[in-house]
Each structure stands twice: as structure tokens, then as C-alpha cells.
């Protein structure tokens, strides 16, 4: 079972910023940061490929975060800059193996417990 343990949520202003961490108890071929806010449905922030490190990101994202990782640390990270009130939700990062549609939620196995970012104009 991969255990994930994300942190770095928060309050901030907007224009400001924020690391998201996800800490992965074993490395799989894919990570991924999802966001839901209230009365949303769960949605794609940006994904990352272990072992070759190529990120994608959603429309929303792009420009603004950038998803990154670290292999000594299992680690994966979503540095999250220009922040924008809609970008308040609770953020979950996931895993999974052989994910063909990165951006697709019901594809990952192993989800974290969520960390709350608030952002306020």
C-alpha cells in the first residue's frame, strides 16, 4: 500500500505563494495534484512522470505552477505562485502505475488526505 502525506497548505493573499509537499512512501510511474472546492467536482492541477520527470498541467495552472520532485526524498512538489482566490480548494496529491490518461482522477490508486489552501483577494 503507498502511503502519501501531503503539507504546505494555507492562507495567503492573493498574488502570493505557496510549496505544496507530497511525501510518497515508494515511487510510482506517475504522481498527480488534484484541487476540489466547495460544491466542485475534483479537477486536474498538474501531473509528473517519476522516472523522466515530464509535468503536465491544466489550463488553469500553466504559467503559474510548476510541478516538480525529488528522488532522494520521495518527494513531489507543486510550487504555486500568483495565487488567485479560485485557486482555494483542498489539494490532494495521488499515485498510481501505467496511468494512460494522467488527467483523469479515477485513474490513480493511492490518494493523500488533503491540505487546505485559501486564498484571499
Known amino acids: 500500500q503507498v502511503q502519501l502525506v501531503e503539507s504546505g497548505g494555507g492562507l495567503v493573499q492573493a498574488g502570493g505563494s505557496l510549496r505544496l509537499s507530497c511525501a510518497v512512501s515508494?515511487?510510482?510511474?506517475?504522481m498527480g495534484w488534484f484541487r476540489q472546492a466547495p460544491g466542485k467536482e475534483r479537477e486536474f492541477v498538474a501531473a509528473?512522470?517519476?522516472?523522466?520527470?515530464?509535468?503536465f498541467y491544466a489550463d488553469s495552472a500553466k504559467g503559474r505552477f510548476t510541478i516538480s520532485r525529488d528522488n532522494a526524498k520521495n518527494t513531489m512538489y507543486l510550487q504555486m505562485n500568483t495565487l488567485k482566490p479560485e485557486d482555494t480548494a483542498v489539494y490532494y496529491c495521488?499515485?498510481?502505475?501505467?496511468?494512460?490518461?494522467?488527467?483523469?482522477?479515477?485513474?490513480?490508486?493511492?490518494w493523500g488526505q488533503g491540505t487546505q489552501v485559501t486564498v484571499s483577494s
Open positions: 515508494e515511487r510510482t510511474l506517475t
Open positions: 509528473i512522470r517519476w522516472s523522466v520527470g515530464s509535468a
Open positions: 495521488a499515485a498510481g502505475r501505467g496511468i494512460p490518461n494522467l488527467r483523469a482522477d479515477t485513474q490513480y490508486d493511492y
